[in-house]
Every structure is written in structure tokens, then in C-alpha cells.
């Protein structure tokens, strides 16, 4: 059964997922951007496998082409969840 | 085998799927020896793998149909697929002028789109376990030319460049995609092509065995051939040398 996809869900799995990934827990913000992070495109590929996974909302390439912030990351998953 | 996942061959009731499944249950990961049509053979493959003390179940599903390959390379009760052979393949031969549309559209879609659409699911989870191997089975045809085969050459000359372009990409997390280029090798694809004077025009001197390109297959997926990546390893005996 997948997790509702409210903002608060998709916050804290998104943020436990780059934690996850490598990410220090204190640079997270929803203002951070993915590059500032060292988040990679590979990256995202697992970051879109955990939303899927939990949330059943898949994500492809063209999805995240444009993504550069944190919070531009949730708030596409809860809008593609909407 | 102390890592946790499972082995997938695709097409492996006969010939060198069958060979490679043996051979990854020998190394010791349990194995699903996939299968469209011949149930028996995948049985025989499954009865095989035990008697040696290996693990293995048969699975039923055409790699044409996409369902059906999410279904073979879901995790199930061994952990996820880290080990992925793609080698169900057909032919349809026949001189490029008078190929059809199907013949053409079947083989692409069989040995190149199965072969990406296989990848493609089975990548996420070994990203996420930082280890994984894929395997694809091309042929020497594709780097050579043989007349009666543009259609199959195409596929396969295709999963060369796929192979590459997909290792680059995943190489920074622990996964490897390779390709093997078998020749002449005796299989139930090959047989009515085998005999007169071919071997001669083998250095070797002799045909291959499925065997020996499942060898090949057990190194390329073992911890051993960590740095080997986007390569094709030819197995020919020499012929394209």
C-alpha cells in the first residue's frame, strides 16, 4: 500500500532518501540545490526508485531534467502524486 | 556465495542460456532459468542445477512482453536480481531485399528492445545494492557482416552499443554491463548451419560448446571482474581474430 503523498510524507522520505544516498542531514533544506549537495544523476535515479517505491509515483528523465532545488524535488512528487 | 541476490537468465531451457544458468549455479547464486515455450528444457535445466547441489527455479515469460519481464526480474525470497543474462534471441534470416517488415520489426524487438527493457528494470536495484552485472549475448555477427542476416547483425551490432553506453553510465556504482560475442557454437540456432568445411575456417579447429561461452558469462558476472566493464569479449576460437 503506497504512503499518502502529502507534503510532510514527501519531505521526510525524500530527505531520508539523500541522507541515504550520502547527503549530511544538516545541508538539507528545501532551498539546497541538488548540485550544491553533490547529488548526482545517479543519484536521482535511486532518489525517483524510493519515491516510486513508497509513494507509487514514477518519475522519468524528462520529469527531473529541470529539477535544481530540494523543495522543486517534493513538490513535483506530490503534484505527480495529485 | 555470500552475496545476497539472484541470478536471471533469459532463454535458458537450451543451449547457451542453459549452459550460463548451470555455470552461475555452479559459482553459487541461485538462478531463474527463464523460459517462452519449452517448460521441459527449463525443467531439465532446473533438475540439472539441483543434482549438482545448485539452486534454481523455471520461470515462464516471453522477454517480448514487457509485463512479463517485470514479473522474471522482480526481488523475490533470494533478494533482488544483482545478475542479469540477457540471451533469448531469434532469427529471422533472409537477404535484405527480401526481408519483411516482421521479420525485421520481431528480431530488433526480441534481441535489442528486450535486451534495453531487461536493463532497464533490472538496474534500479542493483544501483541500489552498488553491485550488479549485465550481461548481454551479441554475436560475432553484427561486428562482421553475414549475407542473410541485416536483421539480426542490426540487433545485435545494436546491444554492442547499448552495452557500452549503459556501462558508462552505472560504472560509479559497483554495476558492470558487458557484452559476449559468441561464433560458431553449436546450439539447436545454429545446427542447420553447422557441417561441411566451416571448421577449417576456424583457427580453432573446432566449433564451440555453450560451455564455453557460459565460462566466459561466470567470469564477467563474478566479484573477480569488477573492472571489466563495457567491453565485449569475443568467444570464437579465433574466427574474427
Known amino acids: 500500500m503506497a504512503t499518502e503523498a502529502t507534503k510532510e510524507n514527501v519531505e521526510k522520505v525524500i530527505y531520508d532518501g539523500l541522507v541515504e544516498l550520502g547527503t549530511d542531514r544538516a545541508q538539507l533544506s528545501r532551498e539546497a540545490t541538488l548540485e550544491d549537495l553533490e547529488v548526482d544523476s545517479l543519484d536521482l535515479v535511486e532518489l525517483a526508485q524510493i519515491v516510486e517505491d513508497e509513494f507509487g509515483v514514477e518519475l522519468r528523465g524528462d520529469d527531473v531534467k529541470d529539477v535544481e532545488t530540494v523543495g522543486q524535488v517534493i513538490d513535483l512528487v506530490v503534484s505527480k502524486a495529485g | ?241
Open chain 2, 1 to 241: 556465495m555470500a552475496r545476497e541476490g539472484v541470478a536471471v537468465v533469459t532463454g535458458a531451457s537450451r543451449g547457451i542460456g542453459a549452459a550460463c544458468a548451470e555455470a552461475l549455479a555452479e559459482a553459487g547464486w541461485p538462478v531463474r532459468v527463464n523460459y517462452r515455450a519449452d517448460e521441459a528444457g527449463a525443467r531439465e535445466v532446473v533438475a540439472r542445477i539441483e543434482a549438482a547441489g545448485g539452486r534454481a527455479a523455471a520461470v515462464r515469460a516471453d522477454v517480448a512482453d514487457p509485463e512479463a519481464l517485470q514479473r522474471l526480474l522482480a526481488p523475490g525470497e533470494e533478494g533482488p536480481v544483482v545478475v542479469l543474462v540477457n540471451n533469448a534471441g531469434l532469427r529471422r534470416d533472409g537477404l535484405a531485399p527480401q526481408l519483411g517488415d516482421e521479420d525485421w520489426e520481431q528480431v530488433i524487438d526480441v534481441n535489442l528492445g528486450a535486451v534495453f527493457r531487461a536493463t532497464r528494470a533490472a538496474l534500479p536495484a542493483m544501483l541500489r545494492a552498488r553491485f550488479g552485472r549485465v550481461i548481454n549475448i551479441a554475436s560475432v555477427v553484427g561486428p562482421q557482416a553475414n549475407a542473410g542476416q541485416a536483421n539480426y547483425a542490426a540487433s545485435k551490432a545494436g546491444v554492442i552499443g547499448f552495452t557500452k553506453t549503459v556501462a558508462v553510465e552505472v560504472a560509479r556504482r559497483g554495476v558492470t554491463v558487458n557484452a559476449v560475442c559468441p561464433g560458431l557454437i553449436e546450439t539447436a540456432l545454429t545446427a542447420e548451419i553447422l557441417g561441411g568445411d566451416l571448421e577449417q575456417r576456424i583457427p580453432a579447429r573446432r566449433v564451440g560448446t555453450p560451455h564455453d561461452v557460459a565460462a566466459c558469462v561466470r567470469f564477467l558476472a563474478s566479484e573477480e571482474a569488477s573492472y571489466v566493464t563495457g567491453t565485449t569479449l569475443t568467444v570464437d576460437g579465433g574466427l574474427s581474430a
